[in-house]
């Protein structure tokens, strides 16, 4: 199974629950601001100071970078993982269309700046190689998610907590298959639940 693999950061690269390891670091452009900007009703304030990342709740800001992303990594674009935080903004672990045995990790900021592509290394603790079929198997259209209900899914998580200040502070989306992780978190004053989401982004059940 593709989910035995995992990933680990390199010194300067970005934390997150999933089944990839990431190595490298890598140059960075971008249009600053071309997202919009994040909704304080629903997605939690930047703990640095920065601006609000559009890509909690806003499934539009979403799929614009995503058309970025995919006119420097080229189509047809094919992912393995999305993910985004208040933080790092939007990243996106992206299987390269002429070589599928390799992904590489983008990101695009909260400010629009996108940076990327930056190799990721895949480990096996299941002692087999890494092959083509594996990443291929894992990897998936990201036309299916469905991010034009992201700021609904968003507003019903926030309504599902039971806490009227819970705002998002995070996703990852890391397939489409039954046993593949999605999830949304939340964090209020005394709380912090999360929802686990479907493809189409429906709430299957709230933890706390």
Known sequence: MFSSFIRSACAAALAGVAAWTLA?????SGSHGAYGTGDPNLAASNPGGGPIDPFLTDGHAVTQALDAIAQRSGRPMRITSISADRINGLMVDVQEPAHHINVDRYVVG???TLSGPTPVKLMSM???????QKVDARAFSANAIAFADLAATSKAAIAKSGYADARVTEWEIDGIGPDDRRFMYLESARA???AEISPQLKIVRMSF
Not at 24 to 28: I, N, R, V
Not at 126 to 132: F, K, L, M, S, W
């Open 24 to 28: 490298a670091c890598s140059g960075s």
């Open 110 to 112: 909260p400010d629009g």
């Open 126 to 132: 299941d002692g087999g190689p890494i092959t083509v």
């Open 192 to 194: 912090r639940p999360s």
